[in-house]
């Protein structure tokens, strides 16, 4: 005799008597969807606000997609030159390309044109300052040690691509300012020794600008690089839903176990809003902050530079390295190699650096072990200083980026600007190193003081041969000499009354307390009963 399993027998579940459950029945018999989708929604995400900001990413690249969509069906990607006859009056019977003249006709001609295309371009800055944050949140907190070496692997790779995407997107209107840095591009790829020739011919189809360009980047603007970038997302999340979600150590918390809310409904409550407020703040800042007027800058023509060029924020690095590296022309081996290339060069080890991070960091420390408990940046000064050496050489570079701007407005030599932004160069990354290693350790020291002899309580007692003390709330039993017994395990440390209850937990309106905590409830004793028991007389209090 031989029997059949029943999945719903396995599970110890009845079987569906409604025409509804039996037909999910009868699809997850075929597809097998039961399973996997409970698993899904009993997943646990640790709840803290840093864990939301690769939403956000997630969230404007959404609006990307849909935004853009709209776009493609009134863009024209061509080059032909055509004469404006459209409603933006100061630009009528001016020749321009085709791709410029339907720029024009989607701000100004378009229903809800004008608002799409710039909820277009703020979602991309969004999702790259969004990109670029939450990996400094990975960075300061080791969140990419071993087993998520992959994802920073892929987090790299979505910020190179995103920079490259966004290049890309500012360049298809064909207006001047684009056209001028498409010009700095053309520039830096013929710099390249050998092969750079060939690869310009190859991107351009002939010299700048040619007529193929603003084609080719629509290519790979609206299908290869987005279908990469969709495909890098999805590993990404495969990768947090396969492996265990990092949370940062405290009570109960260990590298074996997630603690936090469930996937649905909670977490999935919080995403949806969080879905929301972004979808909000890009529409609000599409209708109401003005961004990208390439109508003002006319069409692209090679003989022309607009003033004051400048590239969004997060590539501006390039333009500010390239400014800033001396005008140095070589010869080597009979080929001629001019300066911009020793700047793209210079960004190499950069590059590689950032992508090999993980494996540099483990291979000094020697540190294989798996991490699902993430580390305070001040438990790592190292690695903490290093990231801020890092931001403090990006930032130099991007303020250099726009030095000519910063000496007009503040009438300041260019020639002055560029050497402040090389002698800047060289010392603020160092500078920026030694503070940070600096505060780090500041930080650590303040955390087991307060482990060692208790929170300040505000309460000043003077001793009766007139010395004045702060009577601290120690956190736990204290030793026979007084101090407390807890050790430093990298969780934060509470440093006021109100964390421990000793004073009662304020509760929080939008702006501040909207509850005072009352006076000392905690300490067991008053003031005045502590200093009969101890012979001290309190003498003033901060609360």
């Known amino acids: 005799m031989t029997t059949t399993a029943n999945p719903s027998s396995e599970t110890g579940s009845r079987p569906p008597n409604t025409a509804l459950g039996k037909a999910a029945a009868g699809i997850?018999?075929?597809m097998t969807m039961a399973?996997?989708?409970r698993r899904l929604l009993n997943k646990v995400f640790p709840d803290h606000w840093s864990f939301m900001l690769g939403e956000i990413a997630l969230y404007s690249l959404i609006m990307l997609l849909l935004t853009g969509t709209y776009l493609t069906f009134f863009f024209d990607a061509s080059m032909k030159e055509v004469v404006y006859h459209g409603s933006y009056v100061p630009l009528q019977g001016v020749p321009m390309s085709a791709a410029y003249e339907s720029s024009l006709n989607i701000s100004f001609d378009v229903r809800g044109g004008l608002i799409i295309r710039q909820m277009h371009h703020w979602a991309a800055?969004?999702?790259?300052?969004?990109?670029?944050?939450?990996?400094?949140?990975?960075?300061f907190t080791g969140a990419f040690r071993k087993p998520r070496e992959t994802n920073w692997l892929i987090g790299c790779l979505l910020l190179l691509l995103g920079i490259g995407e966004?290049?890309?997107g500012y360049s298809l209107p064909d207006d001047l300012l684009s056209g001028t840095g498409l010009r700095i591009v053309s520039g830096i790829i013929l710099s390249i020794p050998v092969i750079g020739t060939w690869l310009h011919y190859l991107l351009f189809g002939g010299e700048f600008p040619g007529d193929l360009i603003i084609g080719r980047f629509y290519i790979i603007h609206v299908l290869l690089l987005p279908g990469i970038i969709l495909a890098l997302v999805g590993v990404h999340l495969l990768l947090v839903f396969k492996q265990k979600h990092t949370q940062w150590p405290g009570a109960g918390r260990t590298e074996d176990n997630v603690i936090g809310h469930r996937f649905y409904p909670i977490f999935a409550a919080k995403g949806a809003s969080l879905n929301m407020l972004t979808f909000g703040v890009i529409a609000g800042l599409g209708g109401l902050v003005q961004i990208n007027p390439f109508w003002l800058y006319g069409p692209y023509n090679a003989s022309q530079v607009s003033s004051g060029s400048q590239p969004d924020w997060y590539a501006g690095f390039g333009d500010g390295i390239a400014r800033l590296f001396p005008s140095w022309e070589t010869r080597l081996w009979g080929f001629t190699i001019p300066g911009?290339?020793?700047?793209v060069v210079l960004l190499g080890p950069i590059f590689i650096g950032m992508f090999a991070y993980p494996w540099i960091e483990?291979?000094?420390?020697?540190?294989r072990a798996m991490h699902n408990?993430?580390?305070?940046?001040r438990d790592v000064p190292v690695r903490t200083a290093l990231g801020a050496m890092s931001l403090a050489f990006y930032i130099v570079l991007v303020i250099s980026g726009g030095n000519d701007i910063i000496a007009e407005k503040f009438d300041i030599s260019l020639n002055a600007m560029t050497w402040i932004g090389r002698v800047g160069l060289l010392i603020a990354p160092p500078i920026a190193y030694w503070i940070t290693y600096r505060i780090c350790l500041g930080l650590q020291q303040h955390d087991r003081e307060v482990l060692d002899h208790g929170i300040e309580t505000g309460v000043l007692m003077r001793l009766p041969h007139g010395e004045y003390i702060e009577i601290h709330?120690?956190?736990?039993?204290?030793?026979?000499?007084?101090?407390?017994a807890l050790k430093y395990g990298g969780a934060a440390v509470p440093k006021k009354m109100n964390k421990v209850g000793g004073a009662g937990r304020a509760i929080r309106g939008f702006f501040g307390p909207i509850e005072s905590p009352p006076d000392l409830p905690q300490l067991g004793r008053g003031p005045r009963e502590s200093a009969d028991a101890d012979n001290r007389e309190p003498v003033s209090s901060r609360e």
């Open 28 to 30: 997850d018999d075929r």
């Open 35 to 37: 399973r996997p989708t």
């Open 125 to 139: 800055l969004l999702f790259m300052a969004a990109i670029v944050v939450h990996m400094m949140r990975i960075f």
């Open 166 to 168: 966004g290049f890309m």
């Open 340 to 343: 911009p290339f020793y700047a």
């Open 362 to 367: 483990a291979r000094l420390t020697k540190d």
């Open 373 to 377: 408990l993430l580390q305070r940046p």
């Open 473 to 484: 709330q120690p956190l736990g039993e204290p030793d026979e000499h007084g101090h407390g």
